[in-house]
């Protein structure tokens, strides 16, 4: 069946540092994936998104890696700021269909 | 950027009564809608595709009679939760895409229900 599922559930980093959150998908015939950021008691938000036909893609400070090798998508956040800790998701869906599979999601902390 | 307006964003009720939440898109015409439930500290988990003018297609495991469904124009949807129990306390979050298929998904900013 389809599952996307994150490998670490909770990352603390230093302020200033870069983040690294990874994502696992299972479905092979994904082509759409997508970053959310999401604060408590509010509703996700986009951050970034990726096709299949790309491997990596940027945006400002983040970027999305796409290994279609082994199914795997990682989000890198450069100069982590105390503003980024909130869960965050990624999720995949296939070109016909309207549905979106969420990760469980990985919660990040920023120290300072 | 796109977007989708939820109301309430928190309502409490009795346990037995019903329950509507509104979904809406302020700035497009949204053919499709999804209904998504999120326990806390958890996923969110799709219950159900909206569609404008038919009836909604429910993921496995949902209620269609629990949780009714309505899609009546093309910027508003409406999840009720009829005789609500306590189990049924959760974050609901609509969210709808321009495009079908693929494309950014736009999310309300969720409705808190909590049963007593």
């Known amino acids: 069946g389809e599952s996307v599922g994150l490998h670490l559930p909770t990352l603390s980093v230093q302020e200033g540092d870069n983040s690294i959150i990874n994502c696992a998908y299972s479905n092979s015939a994904s082509d759409y994936f997508i970053w959310y950021k999401q604060e408590s008691g509010k509703g996700p938000q986009f951050i970034i998104d990726?096709?299949?036909?790309?491997d990596k893609r940027q945006g400002q400070r983040v970027t999305v890696l796409l290994n279609k090798t082994v199914k795997h998508l990682s989000l890198q956040i450069a100069a982590t700021q105390p503003g980024d800790s909130a869960v965050y998701f990624c999720a995949d869906s296939t070109s016909g269909t309207y549905k979106y599979i969420f990760g469980t999601g990985t919660r990040l902390k920023v120290l300072a | 950027g796109a977007v989708v307006s939820q109301h309430p964003s928190r309502v409490i009720c009795k346990s037995g009564t019903s329950v509507k939440i509104e979904c809406r898109s302020l700035?497009?015409?949204?053919?499709?809608m999804f209904w998504y439930r999120q326990f806390p500290k958890q996923s969110l988990m799709l219950m159900a595709t909206?569609?404008?003018?038919?009836?909604?297609?429910?993921e496995q495991g949902v209620e269609k009679d629990k949780f009714l469904i309505n899609h009546a124009s093309l910027t508003l949807s409406t999840l009720t939760v009829t005789s609500a129990h306590p189990e049924d306390s959760s974050f609901y979050i609509c969210?709808?895409?321009?495009?079908?298929?693929?494309?950014?998904?736009?999310f309300g900013e969720g409705s808190r229900l909590t049963v007593l």
């Open positions: 700035d497009f015409q949204a053919t499709t």
């Open positions: 990726i096709r299949s036909n790309m």
């Open positions: 969210s709808a895409s321009q495009s079908l298929g693929t494309g950014e998904l736009f």
């Open positions: 909206s569609n404008e003018g038919s009836k909604a297609t429910y």
